[in-house]
């Protein structure tokens, strides 16, 4: 199910034509393995983000090649410090390149293993954690997500809408059971105030209060 006109997809990503080229190749070799990543006009949102709350420490629980962490640091200086993490070494490999060549000015700190035992395992508060992990894993990062965020950071969270499958009843795998709980906890928690952005294949942001 397109979340999204194709037709309103296609012009927005148009906008974003001037990006660097190295979002631009990174593209093309996650379309080339098949490997999901959020995408520009996602990225744009995360940048966004990190600009509007000036954020100074963001948390990334699955970083995949670090697309959405160049996203992050667009524009940002030395201030900011991100944390990501993924399984492979060979990802934090490729991650590493990548920010290399893109003489990003952030401090990265690329952690390997479990993203939620390394959330857990790290001390102090974040301005903004960004969530793209196992989608049945989803409730438990929401969970272990808001007491790490700081007064006022946010909890931003990709495929929400998960192909258009929460809406179907028909669904009940895992991973859409996964996703159709992290919304519910998201919506019904007073420690947040939360809203799903229709945009690509769903974005929950999560605001701590």
Aim: with cysteine.
């Amino acid at each position: 199910m397109e979340i999204t006109n194709p037709k309103i997809d296609k012009y927005m990503n148009n906008l974003l034509e001037n990006r660097s080229n190295i979002f631009k190749e990174i593209e093309e070799y996650a379309k080339e393995i098949g490997f999901p990543i959020i995408e520009p006009l996602v990225g744009k949102l995360l940048n966004q983000y990190a600009h509007i709350l000036k954020a100074k420490r963001i948390l990334e629980l699955g970083s995949g090649f670090g697309y959405s962490a160049l996203w992050f640091s667009e524009g940002m200086d030395e201030t900011t410090e991100i944390i990501c993490t993924d399984f492979k070494e060979e990802n934090k490999q490729l991650a590493e390149k990548f920010f290399k060549r893109a003489e990003i000015y952030t401090r990265i700190d690329f952690k390997l293993g479990d993203a939620l035992q390394i959330l857990d395992e790290t001390e102090g508060k974040f301005d903004i954690i960004f969530n793209d992990i196992e989608k049945e894993d989803y409730p438990e990062a929401f969970r272990n997500s808001v007491p790490k965020l700081r007064k006022g950071g946010v909890l931003i969270t990709d495929n929400t809408l998960w192909y258009g499958k929460v809406a179907s009843k028909n669904e009940k795998d895992h991973q859409t059971e996964g996703v159709r709980e992290y919304n519910k906890l998201a919506f019904s928690d007073k420690r947040v105030i939360s809203m799903i952005i229709p945009l690509r294949d769903g974005i929950t942001i999560s605001l701590k209060l």
